[in-house]
């Protein structure tokens, strides 16, 4: 029999469900490009910060910033570089005291999400903020997508730096500029995450990656590095030694997979936050 009683209770629930998915933080993809830091005891300066914030349930952004910023010392910035960065237009910049609070506020409490973050963009931030004597932002979690895709995803894209993942998905070229590289970010963890959902579903009918465990090379350290290589390699991961394994599905079946997995995808927009396509993809988020 229905009652008052059961009313309340079901007005209750929902009002504590509404409450749990306000609270629900949300996800900011950020990137930083440096300078190059050539010879023992020599650092990186940030010469831009480029971020968005991320619906967590839809994965779509609703916020941008970006900003160049000056470094104390302005020769440290190359005249040109292949990103299109110039020294002219950094030493117009404001300086990153001038943006740290802007930084903060985009940071601080959220869940912090890119590519080899931990071992990089993280430590830079840091530093930015000790310069001006400044506590740094606190994330509430962090996803770095190097780290979440190199258990699972694997080899199969030959290895895992942005830029080789963007085209084995055919988004296009890395562009090593902050906004770019952390839109495109987004776009490579939905369609790596998609291809791995499909795979959980059908395992007897899609491949899988190679199960391997490789040896690994960290990048060169050579201080005698082009200028050009250096952009490209700054933020790579390690690679990978030995034979590399072929892309698991060939040129043509690769876009019917992706297709597949766009409208599983759509399927499961709103209700399915990151974390939980990530977690029905077999990633684990650490």
Request: hydrophobic letters at 40%; a positive charge.
């Amino acid at each position: 029999m229905h009652s008052a009683l059961d009313d309340m209770t079901c007005l209750k629930a929902n009002t504590l469900l509404k409450s749990l998915l306000s609270n629900m933080a949300e996800l900011v993809f950020f990137d930083v490009e440096t300078t190059t830091a050539v010879g023992r005891g020599k650092r990186f300066w940030v010469v831009e910060f480029g971020s968005i914030v991320v619906c967590p349930k839809k994965l779509v952004e609703v916020e941008s910033f970006c900003s160049l910023i000056r470094p104390p010392d302005i020769s440290l910035v190359a005249p040109t570089r292949p990103s299109g960065i110039t020294r002219e237009a950094v030493a117009a910049a404001p300086m990153f005291e001038e943006l740290a609070d802007r930084v903060f506020q985009i940071l601080n409490g959220r869940v912090w999400v890119g590519h080899n973050i931990k071992r990089f963009d993280c430590h830079r931030i840091k530093e930015a903020f000790a310069d001006i004597g400044r506590p740094p932002p606190e994330p509430v979690g962090m996803i770095d997508s190097l780290e979440v895709l190199t258990p699972e995803f694997g080899r199969r894209a030959g290895d895992l730096k942005m830029a080789t993942l963007a085209s084995y998905f055919g988004l296009g070229q890395q562009k090593h500029r902050s906004l770019d590289d952390v839109r495109l970010n987004l776009e490579v963890l939905k369609h790596c995450a998609a291809v791995l959902l499909l795979e959980s579903k059908l395992p007897q009918i899609l491949p899988g990656k190679d199960h391997g465990s490789p040896s690994m090379v960290t990048r060169s350290k050579a201080n005698n590095v082009r200028s050009g290589e250096e952009e490209a390699n700054r933020k790579s991961p390690v690679s990978y030694l030995g034979s590399i394994r072929a892309a698991p599905y060939q040129k043509g079946r690769l876009g019917k997979v992706i297709e597949r997995a766009k409208e599983a995808l759509r399927g499961a927009e709103g209700s399915q936050p990151l974390n939980g396509l990530l977690r029905h993809s077999r990633l684990l988020l650490r």
